[in-house]
């Protein structure tokens, strides 16, 4: 089998890890493989925390409910959708077509995209903002073929959610195929675990924490089950 396919049918979500330490070199690797993952406009509208450290790590876990997985991981991941870094980011992909030598009509044409994105993706005060674009857009949708963009703060956190989970995905990949087990999250006190991060409400939202680390000799997988493929696949 495709070497790909054979990490990805592998992968399971491991509830209970032996202590390993997890090199530099291996969470470089599985924190690239994260940002590689396509994004929405390459917005990359998330961030990860790394949770190494014994003394955070066990603030983390408890924080996690005290599960197994996050108990006994070697490192915590908590990753965020994060609506805060857009105009940065954006920024920072200006600065690097210029650095290298876009040809300055494409430059101007990434400068127009992102404004319009600032645009649209602001909900302003309050959401007013949010519902007079709505309004606005509903009304145009009515005689034209278009897509909705997210225009109150839960549409942005839920689009900022699609591109978060797929960096989560890779990253467990990643893992997988570096020797290393995951188990994602989402049993976790948000409020809480945002508020030792030092998050805002009002651009972040935990989306889940993977725990890391090598699965314990002791600990038995389940057989995994998933429904038939027809039951989830409709071919048109
Ligand atoms: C979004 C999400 C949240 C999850 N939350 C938890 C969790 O809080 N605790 C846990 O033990 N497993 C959690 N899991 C793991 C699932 O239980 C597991 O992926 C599922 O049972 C399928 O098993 P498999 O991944 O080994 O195939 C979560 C998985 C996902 C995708």
């Known amino acids: 089998m495709n070497e790909i396919l054979k990490v990805l049918f592998h992968r399971r979500a491991v509830k209970a890890f032996e202590p390993v330490d997890i090199p530099q070199v291996l ?9 590689h993952a396509p994004s929405s406009f390459n917005s990359q509208p998330y961030k990860f925390y790394w949770v190494g450290s014994a ?3 066990a603030v983390v876990a408890k924080l996690c409910l005290g599960q197994k997985p996050a108990e006994t991981a070697s490192a915590l991941v908590v990753a965020v959708a994060d609506l805060g870094s857009l105009s940065a980011t954006a920024q920072g992909q200006l600065e690097w077509m210029r650095r290298s030598n876009f040809t300055e009509e494409k430059i101007r044409d990434y400068e127009r995209k992102a404004k319009i994105g600032r645009i649209l993706f602001m909900p302003g005060p309050f959401g007013i903002f949010g519902a007079v674009k709505w ?12 897509g909705m963009p997210p225009v109150f703060r839960q549409d942005l956190l839920k689009w900022a959610t699609k ?3 797929l960096a989560c995905e890779n990253l467990m990949i990643a893992a ?3 020797g290393l087990n ?3 999250m989402e049993g976790f006190d948000g409020r809480r675990l945002s508020r030792f991060l030092g998050l805002s409400t009002r651009y972040h939202e935990i989306v889940m924490v993977i725990a890391i680390g090598k699965k314990s000799p002791a600990y038995a997988e389940p057989p995994q089950w998933r429904r ?9």
């Open 27 to 35: 969470r470089e690797q599985i924190l690239d493989a994260a940002r």
């Open 176 to 178: 997988e195929a570096l």
């Open 182 to 184: 995951t188990c994602p």
């Open 228 to 236: 038939p493929l027809h039951a989830t696949v409709t071919v048109l």
């Open 135 to 146: 309004a606005i857009f509903r009304l145009v949708n009515l005689w034209k073929t278009m």
């Open 55 to 57: 003394p955070q790590k």
């Open 163 to 165: 591109s978060t989970s």
